[in-house]
C-alpha cells in the first residue's frame, strides 16, 4: 500500500496466546490504513479467516479477528504506528523457524523505550 502511496502503519493489541494451552499475553499485529475519501484511520486484520475467526474490513464498524476480554487482560493499542515495533522484529529476526517465534512471541512492545 505504501509504494502506492497509501498511507499506513501498524497496530498491535495484547491478547492471551492460548487459552487452555499457553495462557500468557503476546502481541498481535494489525494493520492501519488512512482511507482519504473518509478522512479518517481504519484498522484491519490481514491474518486470514478460518473456522472461529471471521475478520471483515469496513470503514464503518471495526470486526478483527479476535475481540478483546478485558477481563482476561487483553487491551487494544488504538495507536497507528508509522514503523513496526522493534521487539517484534528482533524476535521476527533471531527466530530462525516457526515454532522458535510461538515459543519467543513478544510479550512487550520496544515503543518509546
Known sequence: ??????????????????????????????NGVYIKDY????RFDAKGNKIGINAQFSVETEQLAFPIRPQMGE????????DPDTKVLEKLRKSKTRTELWDNLPTELGYNK
Open 39 to 42: 478522512k479518517k484511520w481504519v
Open 75 to 82: 487491551a487494544d493499542n488504538f495507536v497507528i504506528y508509522p
Open 1 to 30: 500500500m505504501r509504494c502506492q502511496s497509501v498511507p499506513t502503519g501498524f497496530c498491535y493489541q495484547k491478547l492471551i496466546l492460548d487459552d487452555e494451552i499457553a495462557p500468557i499475553l503476546i502481541y498481535h499485529g494489525l
